[in-house]
């Protein structure tokens, strides 16, 4: 019945269908939906630079106007992989530039972007609006004022957790007069910043809903900050500091009246530098906040964090440090009914762990939060009783990451595993989509994850398991897996190669520290012709055709419609192909590659 | 589990190079791997799981993302101290020397050790009466400028301070440097050299 209707009708309803997946079910019921779709598709999502070429999305998708990209994998964010591994945002800008793409919005995680990418991006879009660049490295300020002074209709730069090296450049001094559409800025990751321009800046932008400061904007510069822009609904405060009694500081009275006016801010983070007695000054934005980030905010503990939570009780999602303690979180437990997301980062990740959290918080938080869904816990200890109790109190897990601070501890009470702990919160959690395990596991846990975690797409193991069929419960039972990294864990070759049409069902397969071996890598790499199979050889440990039985220490695998990449080190080994023949593959991969 | 044709040995904690009764193994990458094996050789109820130095060190572990770990664990917090080393030059000393900030509560504090580190006396008396003390303690500021020791709060100072310099006085001639105690503030901001 559809194929009667004229393609107008049918991309008006294709319209409704937002999501990624469900555009990329909608291109392959037939030719006539993939036709329309692609025509109609403006916002792409490739989770992996390297599984498609710009050239290839250039020419399916001629109206694309925003595109998220994908470089490193995720245990780059841990030093796992070396630096000049890869993920060059550089060929896609060049490749987007020259097309006639009209690119809007670019989100870049974990790539390589240089300041020429950022100037070559800035002069090529006349509309470009919104880019966002999570864990990047390799651009300097200079391709920050790139942006600023020639993308005249930019409405977001948020930069969060990228290494910029700053030059002398005013590069928020670039951003023209004309520039009056800004409706997010955030530089926290930066150290310095031209305090004159960014007033003049916040001033002339009536329509700035979220602000990120960093420390080089003092208590004094955010209260006439706030001043100008009380209508902001996310704010990252910069350095919180008085050096003075805040009793005897105008500023500070101003800054408490300046904040009253502030009556539409719900997402507050920052105090990269605090002084504790000026916090009563944020304690009225306190009542409505949904998100607080007080994760950088080591100057905020004890009594004066406690004060802060009290007052937070339409929380959904705290970021917090440890250093709240099992205390603070019983605090939490009890003053935000309504949190849904919770983190706790170690505040000193290498130090003893006196003032860190264990299972009694998150049981607190488990039994005051039922709405809890998503959870980070980096935490001193876990037992099985606990864990088998937050399953209990918190049946809608959807992302659940444990970290022990001591990789392969056991339950300190009963001396066990924790693979009943873990089985429980799979077992109870049926919409889980992210995993994170720690602890002492044996392949019990493994067992129950492929039993019952029908909806996990991503897992990362570390130092657990005992055979290689541990890692087999996982490929075999868990159907919707599309990210699996595995470190310090004993699987090999019986593993890897038991199953090999799976990993083109995934997106990514990391192993390291694991016991595959150069042999079982090339079995692999030979019989899967659309995997990439990456071996990081650092320090020149194998010497490559010598000796299949080496074991391999980092292990990369993808799949992709654009093996090789040609951009690899001389440290990085993609493995012979034998049977490649480029042009014979499908559109209909594209779906499953790029999800 | 299957471990083919390595023996037992492979699970012995070594932090060098595998010793003469060891198997012959290729495997450099063995320090690393020791845990791995640790905790991968143990049958189901064992609780053969040992604390070891190598477990500790393990790389990115624990897994906390590189931007948070240099940017919140090393950040000084204001009220909290961690070293803070700075070099500190005497006129007519011939190498410089190096003063935490954070081991010291105030300026006559600092003074005494400074005075103990060039064996010298009159940096204390320096600060409290500038315009008879033979030398005049400047330091450096976060913006390059160089500064006379003891104007702002203590805090402030080693917040701000990169550097030190014990000036003579006749050095100071002509730069227009009033001491604390005279009719106008020094005038601060004039670069010492």
Known sequence: MMNYFPDEVLEHVFDFVTSHRDRNAVSLVCKLWYRVERFSRQRVFIGNCYAISPERLIARFPGVKALTLKGKPHFADFNLVPQDWGGYVQPWIEALARSRIGLEELRLKRMVVSDESLDVLSRSFTNFKSLVLVSCEGF?????????????????????????????????????????SLVSLNFACLKEVNLAALERLVARNPNL?????????????????????????????????????????????????????CRSIRNLSGFLKVTPRCLPAIYPICLNLTYLNLSYAAGIHGSELIKLIRLCGKLQRLWILDCIEDKGLEVVASTCKDLQELRVFPSDPF?????????????????????????????????????????????????????????????????????????????????????????????????????????LEML????????????????????????????????????????????????????S?????????????????????????????????????????????YRTLVWPRDDAPEFVWTLEKLLFTPGVLLEDQWSSLTN | MEKEGLGLEITELRLGLPGGSAPILVDKNEKKRVFS???????????????????????????????????????????????????????GAPFLRKVDLSMHKGYSDLALALEKLFDCFGIGESLKDAENSEQVPIYEDKDGDWMLVGDVPWEMFIESCKRLRIMKRSEAKGFGLQPKGSDHRGNSKDVAK
């Not at chain 1, 600023?148 to 969060?160: G, M, S, T």
């Not at chain 1, 992302?399 to 392969?408: K, Q, T, V, Y």
């Not at chain 1, 150069?518 to 010598?546: S, W, Y």
């Open chain 1, 140 to 180: 300097t300020t200079d391709g920050l004022a790139a942006i600023a002074a020639n993308c005249w209709f930019l409405r977001e730069l948020d930069l969060q957790e990228n290494e910029i090296e700053e030059k002398k450049n005013d590069w928020l001094g670039c951003f023209p007069d004309s520039c009056t």
């Open chain 1, 209 to 261: 809903k979220s602000l990120k400061l960093n420390g080089a904007v003092t208590l004094e510069a955010l209260q006439r900050i706030l001043m100008r822009a009380p209508q902001l609904v996310d704010l990252g405060t910069g350095s919180f500091v008085l050096d003075r009694d805040p009793n005897d500081s105008e500023t500070y009275k101003k800054l408490r009246a300046t904040i009253l006016q």
């Open chain 1, 351 to 455: 130090g003893a762990g006196h003032t860190a959290v264990t299972e009694t918080g998150l049981v607190a938080i488990s039994s005051g939060c039922p709405k809890l869904n998503s959870l980070l816990y980096l935490c001193q200890q876990m037992t099985n009783a606990a864990l088998i109790a937050v399953a209990k109190n918190c049946p809608n897990f959807i992302r659940f990451r444990l970290c022990i601070r001591d990789p392969a501890k056991p339950d300190p009470v009963t001396m066990q595993p924790l693979d009943e702990g873990f089985g429980a919160i799979v077992q109870s959690s049926k919409r889980l989509r992210r995993l994170s395990l720690s602890g002492l596991l044996t392949d019990r846990v493994l067992l129950y994850i492929g039993k019952y975690a029908e909806q």
């Open chain 1, 460 to 511: 990362s193991i570390a130092f657990a398991g005992e055979s290689d069929k541990g890692m087999l419960y996982v490929l075999n039972g868990c159907k919707k897996l599309r990210k699996l990294e595995i470190r310090d864990s004993p699987f090999g070759d019986m593993a890897l190669l038991r199953d090999v049409g799976k990993y083109e069902t995934m997106r990514s397969l990391w192993m």
């Open chain 1, 513 to 557: 520290s694991c016991d595959v071996t150069l042999g079982g890598c090339k079995t692999l790499a030979k019989k899967m012709p659309r995997l990439n199979v990456e071996i990081i050889n650092e320090n020149d440990q194998i010497k490559f055709a010598h000796e299949d039985s080496q074991k391999v220490e980092k292990m990369y695998l």
């Open chain 2, 37 to 91: 094996d640790i905790s991968g050789d143990h049958d189901n109820s064992s609780t053969d799981w040992k604390l070891t130095q190598t477990k500790n060190q393990a790389v990115g572990w624990p897994p906390v993302c590189s931007y948070r770990r240099k940017n919140s664990f090393h950040e000084k917090d204001h009220l909290e101290t961690s070293k803070m080393y700075v070099k500190v030059s005497m006129d």
